[in-house]
Each structure stands twice: as C-alpha cells, then as structure tokens.
C-alpha cells in the first residue's frame, strides 16, 4: 500500500508502480492477461474504463515508445492526458518535488514519470496522493520489463517457469527489472556483463532471495546464451551516460548481440531488445531485422499493456 505523506482523506488502497516487486506475481500475470484481451479485444469496444480521468506524463528525459504508448492507452481507455516536460515545469527552478507531487495530486488521477535518479520518482510518489508510475529512471524501467515479458509469453506460453532468458551487454535499468522480473515470474536468467558493469548487487541479492529459478551474473556471452529461449540486450550507454559512449564502444563489443552468438543458442530463440537500438553496436542489423526478432511486437505491446496497468493503478483493480 501507498503511505503518502499527503493527503489526510488520502485512499489507502492507492498503490505506486516503481519498481517490478511493487507488484505480486499474481498481480504481474493478471495485468500482463488483461492487456492481452484489450490487445484481442476480447474487451468491448464502446468500453471507456477510464472516462473522465486525467494522466499526467512528467518527463524529464527523451521518449518515443513509452510517452506515446502511455497516451495512446490512456486515449484508447477513454481518458485524458497532459504531457509536462520536467523543462517547462518550476521544478527546473527549484520548486521541491514535494509540492510539485502534492499539487499535481489536486489535478491528476495518476502520474507517469521519467527522470534521472531513483530517488526522485520515490520522493514524487512519497508525496502524491495519486499512484504514480516510473516511465523509467537510472535505476529501472518496470514497464518496459512487464510489456516485455508479455510478449515472451505470447510467444511461449504463461508458464515460464522452464524458460531461460540470456541478458546480454550492460547491468542497466531494463536489466534490474528484468532481474527482478525473473524473480517473480520464476524464470530462469543468465546475464553475460562485462567487469564492472554489472548489475546492482542489492537488486540482484533481493531477488536471488525470492527467486525459484537461478540468476546469475557471467561475463561469457555465448554460455551466457546456450540453451536459452529468449536473448535481449539494450544499448551500451543510457540516456545520461553519453559522454561514456565512446569508452564503452571498446569496452561492450564482444557482446554484441550478431549472428554467430544468436547460433549458440536455441534454434525457436527469440531476440528482445526495448529499443531505441544502436544497429552494429548492441545488436547487429541482420538480428535485429531478423526472423527471431519481435522487436515491433515487444513495442506494441507497450501500449497493450500500459492500457491494464492504468486501469488497475487508476481504478484499483487488483
Ligand atoms: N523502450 C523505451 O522505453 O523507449 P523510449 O525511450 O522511446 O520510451
Ligand atoms: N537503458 C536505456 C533504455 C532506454 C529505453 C536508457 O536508460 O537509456
């Protein structure tokens, strides 16, 4: 539950999506299945679940899929919606994130962010009496991992408890919510990172805690995908880490994700990557374009997605 410090009337029910383990497993697949009948349209389709409620968007860093897949749900569920450029808002001139979250809360039903640190959207959450979600920070991307996995199992099936996904390149944002992903859904997962940059050890010892399949950290990408069913990889330098760009080039190429590493592992393999994709850096062109890839369906599914997690943040249908 959400312990705003707030708003007196405040609804104890309201709930914040920061993180993969703000959710329940049963939470997880319940969400990832509703947004797989919205995507059927097994939901009617004069059904606007979301009629009269307003979502704010407060960005503090670029975005095509994730601001556009948000709105379009939100459009798509009958709502409304505000873009705020964290530029154009007084937070750039040092109003504190305290009143920016707890006026915001006086407008909005619920508030997607992406900034920088991680404490930043935990501040905005402390303070708003909305549910507020992280559109990704330094630290994690939840929604791209939950929209991901959505799309693992369109092509696998619910149960992935006998699946092995390969993470191949940087322990990044999308990394630690897919680490913790793998926790919660009980799949097991191989991360090939080059020294140095790993992932979070207290992500990874939190999630190793909960977990019923193995996780592990290995810096040999082709063990790191034999035998696995899924691959996905991400660019080597994250927004805020450009001027690392050009070290990073060196350091990440022998894990790009090319034809001669797909071949290790197994033949019906799917290749993920959340995009934006730096071609022939991370991840080669051929694989991308290639007949294991399902990078457009992983981006549409973003949106399917955002449409069940909104409803259950909004509406509180857990
Ligand atoms: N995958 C993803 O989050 O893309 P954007 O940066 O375009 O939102
Ligand atoms: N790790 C990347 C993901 C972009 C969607 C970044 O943070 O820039």
Redesign the pocket.
């Known amino acids: 539950m959400k312990t705003s410090r707030f708003s007196p009337s405040k609804d104890q029910t309201t709930r914040d999506f920061l993180t993969v383990f703000d959710l329940t497993t049963r939470e997880i697949s319940d969400i990832i299945s509703r947004a797989m009948d919205l995507k059927a349209q097994k939901v009617r389709k004069h059904e606007r679940p979301l009629a009269g409620r307003v979502l704010g968007l407060l960005f503090d860093?670029?975005?095509?899929?994730?601001?556009?897949?948000f709105e379009t749900a939100m459009l798509r569920m009958g709502g409304t919606l505000t873009f705020l450029s964290a530029r154009d808002l007084q937070i750039r001139r040092g109003e504190p994130l305290k009143d920016t979250a707890r006026v915001l809360s006086r407008y909005l039903d619920c508030l997607v962010v992406?900034t920088f640190g991680h404490e930043i959207v935990e501040e905005l959450a402390e303070w708003a009496s909305i549910p507020v979600i992280n559109?990704?920070t330094d630290g994690h991307?939840p929604?791209?991992a939950l929209s991901d996995i959505m799309t693992v199992m369109e092509k696998r099936g619910m149960d992935l408890r006998n699946t092995k996904a390969a993470w191949i390149g940087d322990g990044n944002n999308?990394a630690h919510s897919w680490i913790e992903t793998a926790s919660r859904m009980g799949f097991a997962m191989t991360l090939a990172c080059p020294e140095g940059y790993e992932p979070d050890p207290g992500i990874l010892a939190k999630a190793r805690a909960q977990a019923s399949a193995p996780i592990e950290v290995i810096k040999d990408p082709v063990e790191a995908v034999r035998d696995a069913h899924v691959i996905n990889t991400d660019v080597w330098a994250s927004?805020g880490q450009e001027d690392q760009a050009e070290e990073r080039r060196q350091i990440f190429m022998p894990y790009q994700v090319n034809e001669q590493l797909v071949s290790h592992a197994r033949p019906d393999a799917i290749v993920l990557h959340?995009?934006?994709a730096h071609r022939g850096e991370e991840i080669t062109e051929a694989v991308l374009e290639g007949p294991k890839s399902v990078v457009w369906d992983q981006?549409e599914n973003?949106m399917h997605l955002h449409k069940a997690l909104l409803e259950f943040l909004i509406l509180g249908k857990g």
């Open positions: 860093k670029p975005s095509t899929r994730t601001r556009v897949s992406r559109g990704l991307h929604c791209q999308v927004m959340c995009l934006p981006a973003k």
